[in-house]
C-alpha cells in the first residue's frame, strides 16, 4: 500500500523535514528584512533579535518558566476535563437517538458561545483562580472531541457487532475489544484538534483576569509596551500547541499500529 | 414657514455673516480628519467630547474628529509610531511608553485628579490606606490605572502589594464586592461606586487623590506633530478645553448632548448616570483646566519606579508640556 496518503519513503520525509526547516528560516529572514526595511520602532514590530533577547532575559530571570508552567497545568487540567466529559456524553449520545435529541440543542448551543464573552462571567462565578481558566478550556476542548467520539463510534460497522454477539461477547468486552480499537482513528483526530485549541482556551482565561501565565504575560508586555515579550508569549504558546499536537501524534501512532499502512 | 421668507432669511444670513468678524479659529477650507482613541467604551465620562463635537467646536476649527473606543494600549503605540495624532490616555501610560522609546507627549490634562480608588462595604471597616493590610483586593489584573492606583494608596501607607493580597479579576469589581468574593475592589472613583450604592450597597471608599497627587488622563500627541503641526496641537487642545467648560458650566447640556453619542444611555437610569457624571466633574476642575502639576508626574514616576515598571527615570520634561494651555 505504498500509495497509502501520509506513507513516504525515509528519503523522502527527511527532505520534507528540510522543506520544514527552510521555510522557517526563510519565513525569519523575510520577518527580518521587514524590520530593517520598513524601519517600523520595535513596539510596532520587533526583530527577531529583539525577540531573541527579550526570550534570553524571561528565561534567565525564570518568569518565563514560571508562566508557562502556569498555563501547562491550566491546559493538561482543561484538556483532561474536557476530554473525559466529551468522551463520556458522545458515547452515551452515539449509543442513543433518544439521549441525543435531548441534549443536541445543548451541545450545539455549547460550540455557539463566543467564550471572549462569557469568560468574565465565570470568572465571577467559580473565582478568579485556576479553576475558571481550566472550565474555559474544558468547554473549548469539549465540542471536537465530542463530535469525533459520536462519529467514531457510529462507524464501527455494524456486522462487527453481529459477530461480537454472536460469540457472546459481553458488553465491557464489545466496548474494549470492538468501539474502542475501532472509533479510536476518528476520537484521536478530534484530539487533535481539541490539543490545539486547549492553548487558546487557557490564554482566554488568563487574558480575563490572572496573576500568572502566558496569558497574563502577554497583557503585562502590553501594558508596558514591551512588544517583544508579547511575541515571546506568543512564540511559546505555538510551541505548546506544537508539542500537544505532536504528542496526539505520537499516540496516535503507538495506539493505531495495527492500522495496514502504519506497518510500512 | 412661508416659502418666501427662506430666500429672504438666508441673504439676511448671508449678509450677517460676511459682516461678522472671523474668530482667530475659523478655519476656511476642507477639515482635517482626526481620529481619536479615547481608551473606553462610550460613556457619560466623555461629554466634553461630545459637547465639543455636537457644538461645531472640532468644526470650527478646521477638524473633522472621529471618536474611536479601541484599547488604550493600542492608541498609545499607534500615537507612537505617528499613525495616529491624538488620544486620551491615563498617565502612566505616558510614561511607560516612553520608557519603551515612544515618543508620546501628554499636551492637557482633562483629570486633575487620579480617577482610581478602593471601594469595600462598610461592615469591612476599611477607611483608609492603612486599613487594607491584610486584605483581599481585586482588580482587574496587574497593569493599567486600576493596578499602579492601587500600588499608591499602598505606598502612602508605607504597605506594599506583599501586605495585601491581590486578585485578578478582570472588570468585575462591582460583581465581586457584590458578591463578598473581594474585600475591597479597585475602582473608578466616579464609576463602580455610584453603580453599586444605585444597587443599595454602602460603601467605604479611599480616593487615591486623597492621598497623592498622580498624573492622570489627557490628551497626547507625539513628538513629531509637536515639531510639524504645533497649530494643530494648539486647536485641538483648545477645543477640548472648550468642551470641558461647557460641561463643567452646564452638565444637564452635557447629559442631554451626550444622549445621541452614548448607545442605552437613554435606557440608563439619568440620576446614576448623572452622579457618574458630577464625580466625574470633581476629578476635572481646577484653577487654570488642562493644566499639568509637574508635582503629579514625579509622584507618578516615583510611582512606577518603586513598583518596578520602570527601571530607571524619565527626563519628564520630555513627557509633558503645558506650552499649549492658555
Avoid at chain 1, 485556576?130 to 471536537?144: D, E, G, N, T, Y
Avoid at chain 2, 487620579?114 to 482587574?140: H, N
Avoid at chain 2, 444611555?265 to 439619568?270: E, G, I
Wanted: with cysteine; hydrophobic share 50%; aromatic share 8%.
Amino acid at each position: 500500500m505504498s500509495d497509502t496518503p501520509g506513507v513516504l519513503p525515509r528519503a523522502a520525509r527527511r527532505n520534507q523535514s528540510l522543506i520544514g526547516v527552510a521555510s522557517l528560516i526563510v519565513g525569519l529572514l523575510a520577518w527580518w528584512l521587514i524590520t530593517r526595511t520598513t524601519h517600523l520602532p520595535a513596539f510596532i514590530l520587533p526583530s527577531p533579535r529583539d525577540v531573541w533577547l527579550r526570550f534570553v532575559a524571561a528565561v534567565s530571570d525564570g518568569s518565563l518558566a514560571f508562566h508557562t508552567g502556569a498555563t501547562l497545568t491550566e491546559i493538561l487540567l482543561g484538556l483532561s476535563l474536557g476530554v473525559g466529559l466529551a468522551t463520556i456524553i458522545g458515547y452515551a449520545v452515539a449509543k442513543s437517538r433518544a439521549l441525543e435529541r435531548m441534549l443536541s440543542p445543548y451541545l450545539v448551543a455549547s460550540q455557539a458561545i463566543p467564550l471572549v464573552a462569557i469568560a468574565p462571567l465565570l470568572v465571577i462565578w467559580f473565582g478568579p483562580g485556576m479553576f475558571s481558566k481550566v472550565l474555559i478550556c474544558a468547554m473549548i476542548v469539549f465540542f471536537p472531541v465530542l463530535v469525533n467520539t459520536i462519529v467514531g463510534v457510529r462507524a464501527v460497522p455494524p456486522a462487527l457487532h453481529d459477530l461480537m454477539r454472536s460469540l457472546h461477547a459481553r458488553r465491557e468486552q464489545i466496548l474494549l475489544k470492538l468501539e474502542v480499537p475501532a472509533s479510536l482513528p476518528v476520537f484521536l483526530g478530534g484530539l487533535r484538534i481539541g490539543a490545539t485549541l486547549s492553548v487558546i482556551g487557557a490564554v482566554v482565561g488568563e487574558l480575563v483576569g490572572a496573576d500568572q501565565g502566558l496569558g497574563f504575560l502577554i497583557n503585562v508586555g502590553r501594558g508596558q509596551y514591551d512588544t517583544a515579550l508579547v511575541f515571546v508569549a506568543v512564540f511559546v504558546l505555538i510551541a505548546v500547541a506544537l508539542c500537544l499536537y505532536g504528542i496526539v501524534a505520537w499516540l496516535e501512532a503507538r495506539a493505531l499500529i495495527w492500522q495496514e499502512w502504519r506497518k510500512e | 414657514m412661508h416659502r418666501r421668507t427662506i430666500p429672504f432669511l438666508a441673504s439676511v444670513a448671508l449678509a450677517l455673516s460676511a459682516c461678522a468678524t472671523p474668530t482667530p479659529q475659523q478655519v476656511a477650507g476642507p477639515l482635517t480628519h482626526i481620529r481619536l482613541p479615547l481608551g473606553y467604551v462610550p460613556n457619560i465620562q466623555f461629554a466634553p467630547l461630545y459637547v465639543a463635537l455636537e457644538k461645531g467646536y472640532f468644526a470650527d476649527a478646521g477638524l473633522e474628529v472621529e471618536f474611536d473606543y479601541s484599547f488604550e494600549t493600542d492608541a498609545v503605540s499607534l500615537v507612537g509610531a505617528n499613525t495616529l495624532q491624538f488620544a486620551v490616555v491615563s498617565g502612566e501610560q505616558v510614561l511607560l511608553a516612553r520608557a519603551q522609546g515612544l515618543p508620546v507627549v501628554y499636551v492637557c490634562a482633562w483629570y486633575q485628579e487620579y480617577p482610581v480608588g478602593v471601594a469595600s462595604k462598610v461592615e469591612q471597616g476599611i477607611r483608609t490606606p492603612a486599613d487594607l493590610k491584610g486584605k483581599k483586593i481585586g482588580l482587574p489584573g496587574l497593569f493599567g490605572a486600576n493596578y499602579i492606583g492601587l500600588d499608591a494608596l499602598l505606598f502612602s501607607a508605607g504597605l506594599s502589594e506583599k501586605d495585601v493580597t491581590l486578585d485578578s479579576i478582570g472588570f468585575n469589581q462591582v460583581a465581586a464586592l457584590a458578591a463578598d468574593q473581594e474585600d475591597a475592589v479597585s475602582i473608578y472613583t466616579a464609576n463602580e461606586p455610584v453603580q453599586l450604592k444605585a444597587q443599595g450597597y454602602e460603601l467605604n471608599e479611599i480616593r487615591v487623590a486623597d492621598y497623592v497627587q498622580l498624573a492622570s488622563n489627557g490628551l497626547i500627541t507625539n513628538e513629531a506633530t509637536l515639531g510639524a503641526d504645533p497649530t494643530l496641537v494648539r486647536q485641538i487642545t483648545s477645543v477640548f478645553l472648550k468642551g470641558l467648560t461647557d460641561t463643567i458650566e452646564d452638565p444637564d447640556e452635557a447629559y442631554d448632548i451626550s444622549l445621541k453619542y452614548v448607545d442605552e444611555l437613554a435606557n440608563a437610569d439619568r440620576a446614576t448616570q448623572m452622579e457618574i457624571l458630577r464625580r466625574s466633574m470633581q476629578l476635572w476642575r481646577a484653577d487654570v483646566l488642562g493644566r499639568s502639576d509637574p508635582q503629579a508626574w514625579q509622584n507618578m514616576q516615583n510611582t512606577l519606579l518603586k513598583m518596578g515598571l520602570l527601571k530607571e527615570p524619565l527626563d519628564l520634561s520630555k513627557a509633558f508640556t503645558n506650552e499649549f494651555i492658555d
